[in-house]
């Protein structure tokens, strides 16, 4: 991390850098809440194999003409929950989606 202000959320930019097919189209980064880190944790405790969060992603231009994707993590929907919460009701058991481990930002986040 740079000396950037870190909040809850992450970005997904476009890899520049791509130079096989088995390498990410996006890579950026995410930081979770203790909230969700506690879903993580309460899951594995639980015997999840996979845990899960809920994702939940925008399509933004920053004020470079940047085009980026903004992505939120929250704890999975549970049946019942009070308040709107998160209309995704898949499992905390589905299969993950891997977005590769690349880290090659050199954007600065326009939020």
Known sequence: MNDRQVREGGVLF???RKQQQN???FTGNICL???A????????RSGV??????????KKVSNGGKHFISISAKKPYEKGQ???????????QSTPFSMGSGNDLNDEIPF
């Open 23 to 25: 390498h990410p189209d």
């Open 37 to 44: 880190v506690q879903s993580i944790a309460d899951q594995v």
């Open 49 to 58: 194999e996979f845990p899960a969060l809920d994702l939940a992603a925008w």
């Open 33 to 35: 809440s203790k909230e």
């Open 82 to 92: 009070q308040g709107g919460g998160n209309s995704n009701r898949r499992s905390p």
């Open 14 to 16: 476009v890899n520049n």
